[in-house]
């Protein structure tokens, strides 16, 4: 693995949440796949737009809506270049990843969709990318079927063949996983689905945070991010889709902004990504989004996976010497991601005493109770990594699970 060259210190003072205290104890935040922390870059550009040229966009002709529209297509663009599309039409805002998906599936694919037709999502998924499916085959009576995954918590790739049908519609497949942190091979997933003709939708929700992101040498046809999850504020994210899928789906929802005229007769749609935006959109909220971005590519993916693998790594080998501690997830090919139990201690009464200790994890099934399923188990705690944690985070909480433990043995 090559070294990281991210200067922590310095990413750390980005973030003013970072010098907060938690229960008299310094915060240390591993909670970063439910949600990340914000930069001051990021937080000055939402301020920037609301105390110099808050106004509608797309619709004025007076400065500050001129503005406010430059604004937000240049956020768009900033996507654009994060992900690597070829057109900035490509780029959907939309609520996050979990609208995007809907999007999809409500426009794309129950177009397409017949009864005995299926979908294909794999057993790994977040609630996101299993629901919307469900709920598209239901409406038609088509099936959704499920690519399993090992013991280990790697996909088998090795049955992705005999899953794929002529009556195949769609594949689902999510580039990192938000419990195990597997990381899925989305390039060799969606070549072989592209050779049986089938479409794919990557779930990238948790891929673009840790790792640079080509949606053009993946091929995939449409990927999925949300904003909190990269550094960016709630309420907005964004979908890739290919021109020609964009082209040829009819609006998700009607109003305001996605149209180019309307009568009482008949009305006529603008052209995407507008078509997929009815209303006025979260314009700060977009603005943010872009400048995340950008503070992402200034510090440099490659940097950001390097320094995140290494802590994950070393995560996994102190989390394995402390007794009756059960990994989830390979152990090396895993980002930002470490689930896990402690003997026969719930995972919220781990949750607990480690936010005694100023220590945020996770606690529960993490939108992914299928794959709970799976492992014969309700729940995980799960640290998560972003770019601000250090070694030192690593090692409080081992401090504090030991403490854990040694509380549970005198109980």
């Known amino acids: 693995m090559p070294p990281a060259s991210l200067d922590v210190e310095a990413v750390r003072q980005d973030f003013p949440i970072l010098t907060r205290e938690v229960h008299g104890k310094p915060l240390v935040y591993l909670d970063n796949a439910a949600t990340t922390q914000k930069p001051k870059c990021v937080l000055d550009a939402m301020t920037d737009y609301y105390t110099s040229c808050n106004a509608n966009v797309h619709r004025g002709v007076h400065l500050l809506s001129m503005e406010a529209t430059d604004a937000f297509e240049q956020a768009r663009q900033q996507i654009q270049s994060l992900l690597n599309t070829e057109k900035s039409s490509e780029i959907v805002f939309v609520r996050g990843a979990t609208e995007a998906i809907n999007l999809v599936a409500n426009t794309f694919v129950r177009e397409r969709l017949s009864k005995d037709d299926e979908i294909l999502v794999t057993e790994m998924e977040h609630h996101s990318n299993i629901v919307p499916w469900q709920m598209a085959c239901e409406a038609v009576g088509a099936k959704l079927r499920v690519l399993p995954i090992t013991d ?16 195949t519609r769609i594949m689902a497949v999510t580039h990192v996983s938000n419990v195990l942190g597997t990381i899925n091979p989305i390039k060799d997933i969606v070549k ?22 080509d949606v053009v040498d993946l091929d995939c046809d449409f990927y999925v991010i949300s904003g909190h999850k990269m550094y960016g504020p709630t309420g907005i994210g964004a979908l890739y889709a290919k021109q020609q899928h964009l082209d040829n789906m009819s609006p998700y929802q009607g109003g305001g902004e996605m149209i180019l005229s309307v009568t009482f007769d008949k009305t006529i749609y603008a052209q995407p990504p507008a078509r997929f935006e009815a209303g006025t959109p979260d314009i700060a909220g977009a603005i943010g989004l872009g400048r995340a971005a950008v503070y992402l590519q200034e510090l440099g993916l490659p ?3 390097a320094w995140e693998l290494q ?3 070393l995560a996994r080998r102190k989390l394995a010497e402390i007794p009756s501690i059960r990994l989830f997830g390979p152990e090396h090919s895993a980002a930002g991601v470490v689930s896990f139990l402690i003997g026969d201690i719930h995972p919220h009464d781990v949750g607990t005493i480690l936010d005694q200790a100023g220590i945020a994890v996770r606690t529960g099934h993490h939108c992914a109770q299928p794959l709970m399923e799976r492992f014969g188990i309700p729940a995980t705690v799960r640290a998560s990594f972003g770019i601000y944690n250090t070694q030192d985070d690593v090692d409080a909480l081992c401090v504090a699970i030991d403490e854990v433990n040694a509380l549970f043995k005198h109980v």
């Open 311 to 313: 802590l994950t790594h």
């Open 303 to 305: 940097n950001i996976e």
């Open 192 to 213: 072989e689905c592209h050779a049986r003709g089938v479409p794919v939708l990557v779930d990238g929700a948790q891929g673009a945070v840790h790792q640079k992101v």
């Open 152 to 167: 280990e918590g790697v996909l088998r790739t090795d049955l992705l063949g005999e899953m794929l049908t002529d009556r």
